[in-house]
Every structure is written in structure tokens, then in C-alpha cells.
């Protein structure tokens, strides 16, 4: 493995990305609701922004561990996507998604979905490079950090058994 220009660690905070889009007629199902299909687009895009954010280099998608559909958001909704590194480990790190169903009219907000995903980085030569530290600092984020951290475990334990 190539070893990463700069070690030095990021917090959750410094990757962060939120984004927001307009949910159009040509993102949704005859029901008027956005097809799950674009919502999972718009959160590998995030998720991979704030991957890129946390290790300064090139990531790819290798699971989406969970993905939970709370709420539909409809044409015409605000969807506000925000993205943050929960861990990291060697060449890998855990993505936690929140997408945020906004009315634009009363900016009523309402969590739609959420999703954790595994992404790894990549070093110039296409293969896993190390990753920098994750720095948790706030109570939100080193629980965040330590409940990543227990998925990563079961991650691990799920693949023995594949």
C-alpha cells in the first residue's frame, strides 16, 4: 500500500458535507414520491464527498450496511443531505448519511432516510491506501465514533459467515 501524503488526523466536523436538492417529476414513481433509486445516487455522492474531504484522495464505495426508508419525500420537497465520517480503520472508513425531507414552503423538516456506508481510499495507484486518523471531539461525535465502531465489528463477524 502507498502511505497517505499527510497522516495527520481530521475531525468529523473538517469532512462534513451538506448538500441540498429539488426533488423533479423525472426523480419519482406515479405516486409522487422520489424514487429510492435517486435518494441511495444522492447519498453514495455525498458520502464519497465527505470520504474524499477526510482523506484527501480518490474513494470507492465497497457497502452500503444500512439503508432505512422512514419517510417518503415527495416532488417539489427540499432534500438536505448530510454526510460525516463516524470511523475510520487502516484504508477504510464508515459514512453516516442523514437525508432531510424539507417542505419549501413552511421549512417544516422531516428525517427521510439514513444510511451508513463503507468507503475505501484509494491511492495513485488504484489500491487501498491508508486513511488519516478520525479526531471525534464532540459528545455527538464520539458516540457517533463508538457506535461505528461496534458496526464495524459486525460487519467483520457477517463476512466470516459469507
Not at 458535507?17 to 419519482?28: G, N, W
Request: glycine letters at 6%; charged letters at 20%.
Amino acid at each position: 500500500m502507498v502511505p497517505m501524503t499527510s497522516t495527520k488526523g481530521k475531525t468529523p466536523r473538517e469532512s462534513a458535507v451538506e448538500t441540498r436538492y429539488l426533488v423533479m417529476p423525472q426523480q419519482a414513481n406515479p405516486q409522487g414520491t422520489a424514487f429510492g433509486g435517486a435518494i441511495v445516487s444522492w447519498i453514495d455522492m455525498v458520502a464519497a464527498m465527505a470520504g474524499q474531504r477526510h482523506c484527501g484522495c480518490e474513494v470507492v464505495t465497497a457497502q452500503i450496511d444500512t439503508l432505512i426508508f422512514r419517510h417518503p419525500v415527495h416532488i417539489g420537497d427540499q432534500v438536505i443531505l448530510r454526510a460525516a465520517v463516524n470511523y475510520v480503520g487502516h484504508s477504510s472508513m464508515e459514512v453516516g448519511v442523514q437525508v432531510i425531507r424539507e417542505d419549501p414552503y413552511t421549512g417544516e423538516q422531516t428525517l427521510a432516510t439514513t444510511a451508513h456506508l463503507t468507503l475505501v481510499a484509494l491511492g495513485k495507484d488504484q489500491k487501498p491506501t491508508a486513511v488519516p486518523p478520525l479526531l471525534p471531539e464532540t459528545p455527538e461525535e464520539k458516540r457517533r465514533y463508538e457506535a461505528a465502531k461496534l458496526r464495524v465489528q459486525e460487519r467483520k463477524e457477517r463476512l466470516k459467515t459469507l
